[in-house]
């Protein structure tokens, strides 16, 4: 079955950086294009950075030059530094990949918490 579990996440500082790792398992990762969502309190799950099977990168505006999604097929993770983090960053931070569709909703992980504060 497929599994999806972030980590790297805590509080930091204004300004402050941080580099999320989400190890997937249980379908051909290396052929899925994946992607980093979050979701701040009250608000819904948003996308914010997307990486496709041939390395092609996408971004929401809101984190443009400061956030960079990358993944290495052969350890099947997809990680998220994040550099000059502002406190609307504050979210809960999940991976799933765009092309699961529907399905993706079944396989949401526990997510990571991403604090910025000073």
């Known amino acids: 079955q497929v599994q999806l579990v972030e980590s790297g996440g805590g509080l930091v500082q204004p300004g402050g950086s941080l580099r999320l790792s989400c190890a997937a398992s249980?379908?051909?990762?290396?052929?899925?294009?994946m992607g980093w969502y979050r979701q701040a309190p009250g608000k819904q799950r948003e996308l914010v950075a997307s990486?496709?099977?041939?390395?092609?990168?996408n971004y929401v505006d809101a984190v443009k030059g400061r956030f960079s999604i990358s993944r290495d097929d052969a350890k099947t993770t997809v990680y998220l530094q994040m550099n000059s983090l502002k406190p609307e960053d504050t979210a809960v931070y999940y991976c799933?990949?765009?092309?699961?569709?529907?399905?993706?909703?079944?396989?949401w992980g526990q997510g990571t918490q991403v604090t910025v504060s000073s």
């Open positions: 990486i496709s099977t041939g390395y092609i990168t």
């Open positions: 799933n990949s765009p092309e699961f569709g529907a399905s993706g909703n079944n396989y």
């Open positions: 249980g379908f051909p990762f290396s052929v899925y294009a």
